[in-house]
């Protein structure tokens, strides 16, 4: 009889925490975290995304999406991702060197005419992970990427490519420069029709901001999200600058919706197959004499011991996007608040991810 009551005691046990670790247990406690912080912290709006090996494990929108207007976060609020942009850039950059039009170790001269003797060396690999030692332009944010290239050509290198990394939007640029030497047409045309529209990511887009005369003039965004930062108490809406020119670095706005439909299409491998792109979205040279930042095609590399993780952040805390290869998950998160420091989705991540410390203190900075 002992026996027998023990066993049931140990089944009820067993069941107990097979419940606390469903995925609808984890996801409640995900949307308890996230409640918490963003009372905490003041955050307007948040979207939160995980999918594991192409399935949906949790989509979920938080607050607000203009505060104005009181209008709530939806799946389809088009948040600014900020050097997000970079991961789609990079999309389109592997299905570019699939097709056999790009390759990493081509030199830049290739697509480029007439570059300084310094450049000779500069590859399109130095390119995406930040190595290639090109200054950042200063200067006119309305002017065409053509005259910011000439200019580039005009100024000395920071350093030898290859032998040192900088963050920069200058590299990224540039890559895009190349890609629409290859595609034939502008950037923000040839990511819509090679990256966007293929894998069913129909909200977001770049606003196409210009200055025309005293006025600024932008393309109509579905769901547009403000951004907010938060001025001696008080919210206010706040707009960075993206330049045509950089689009390749930052600038797009998109939805949950979006980004999910984009970790499912590198999942099922609907641009090109994940055997191919593993070592370049994962992998990293060496810059120096120490191992780059960045992987192969610009994702920067997740600095978690005996987890191998990659993506980026953007504005800093606007987007917040991981992949996980070996456990299959990808964790997204979206918010307008633009004081949050990228440590949300690092921090979900921890829920679903054995072996991943938990780490749910976020903060944020006064911009």
Known sequence: MLKSFLTLVVLAFLHLASLANSPQAISRSVDEFVAEQMKKLGIPGLAVAVIKKGEVIKVST????NVEWKQDVTAHTNFQIASCTKLLTSTLVLKTIYAGKL???DPIGKYIDSIPTSWQTI?????LEHSSGIREFRGDPYVSTATVVRALMDSTLEYVPG???HYAQADFMLAGYILEKIYGKPFPQILRDEVT???HMNDGAFDM??????FMRTDLIAQKATTYYDLEGQLRAYKYIYPAYTYTAGGYFASISDMVNWAIGLDK???FPEAFAAPLLYGADSVGRKLSEFTRVGWALG???GVLCAGHSGGPGLGDVWRFPEEGYTVVVLSNDGELLPDVARAVASFYIKGLERKTTIKKFER
């Open 103 to 105: 390759r990493l170790d």
């Open 123 to 127: 590859r399109v690999k130095h390119l």
């Open 62 to 65: 938080y607050g607000l999406a």
């Open 209 to 214: 901001e210009q200055r025309v005369g005293s």
């Open 163 to 165: 032998t040192q990394q």
């Open 197 to 199: 529209q293929p894998l």
């Open 269 to 271: 491998e609907v641009l």
């Open 303 to 305: 600095q978690e011991p």
